[in-house]
């Protein structure tokens, strides 16, 4: 089996560290970098997680590199009400065992520039900053990446932040612009998608029983995931639904869709709309959630 080489761009928070896990344990990611970017909360914040996973799979042979610390032009959204002054709900793992680089931007334009063009794929999974970055200083660059698979937006569902609006595309709506339309291969991963995948307690118990770091540090996080939610289901699952769709397009049900982002000051900043200079855009709009959650699980355990 052919394993993906990618690089996760990331702000972990609780379901990024989750998809990240899967990532370095299921076997069938070869994951050249974690760049970083400020979302859930702060930049140094969410770098010291990325470090921290890396650490806790001892996997720090792979490079953190710290991007952006804010969006292009707007003010951040901070998530630590959901995630945790800490990003991970106060989960214990061990301290990063490298210092981070910077510039993830350059890191990022200088591995395409060395790679074969589409063999590198980028699995987004904040805000878009930093490869609207790398779009805008360096195109032939971006115009290397094999496929960008990006979790954001809401199409038929309501907004997590605003009526129409998803948080990662919310937090930075410009560099969302920007990458919708860098003509560069880009799957969305809507809300319409990611709020059915939806962790039940015995799928938590299931995986603390593996034994091993992923699946027990998972069944935490997940755990963490829970305060605030009502009833046996877990928050929704955002952003291991990245990794899923990269390994099994064939659960989802993607469509072409005509879209563009919101520009508007407001609620609604960040919103994917149906008119105004709309661009084809290829969005996740379905999902077989039990396929989905299996194939999760046994990535973890």
Known sequence: MTRRRVVIDTDPGLDDAVAILHALNCGRFDVLGLTTVAGNIGLD?????????????????????????????RKGIDEAGIH????????????????????????????L???????????????????????????????????????GGAIEEKGNVGPRSEFNLACDPEAADIVLRAGLDLTL??????????AGRGFVAGLRAS???????????IEAYFHNAAGRESRPLHDPCVM?????????????????????????????????????VNVAMGVDA?????LLAEGLL
Do not use: C, K, Y
């Open 189 to 198: 991963v809507p809300l319409d998608v990611t709020r059915r995948v939806r």
């Open 211 to 221: 034994g091993g770091p992923a699946g027990t540090t998972a069944a935490g996080l």
């Open 290 to 294: 039990d396929a989905a959650l299996a």
């Open 84 to 111: 945790g002054g800490d990003g991970l709900g106060g989960i214990v793992l061990p301290e990063p065992a490298a210092a981070p680089g910077e510039d993830a931007v350059a890191w990022l334009a200088d591995l």
């Open 244 to 280: 899923l769709l990269a390994l099994a397009p064939e659960i989802f049900r993607i469509e072409t869709r005509d879209l563009a982002v919101n520009l508007v000051n407001g609620p609604d900043a960040g919103a994917l709309v149906g008119d105004g200079g709309t661009i084809a």
């Open 113 to 151: 520039a060395r790679e074969e063009p589409g063999t590198v794929d980028i699995l987004a999974l904040g805000p878009l900053t930093n490869i609207a970055t790398l779009v805008s200083l360096h195109s032939p660059a971006a115009d290397r990446i094999g496929r960008i698979i990006a979790m």
């Open 45 to 73: 914040i969410v770098t010291r997680n990325a470090g921290r996973l890396l650490a806790l799979m001892a996997r720090s042979d792979i490079p953190v590199l710290a991007g952006a610390a804010e969006p292009l032009v």
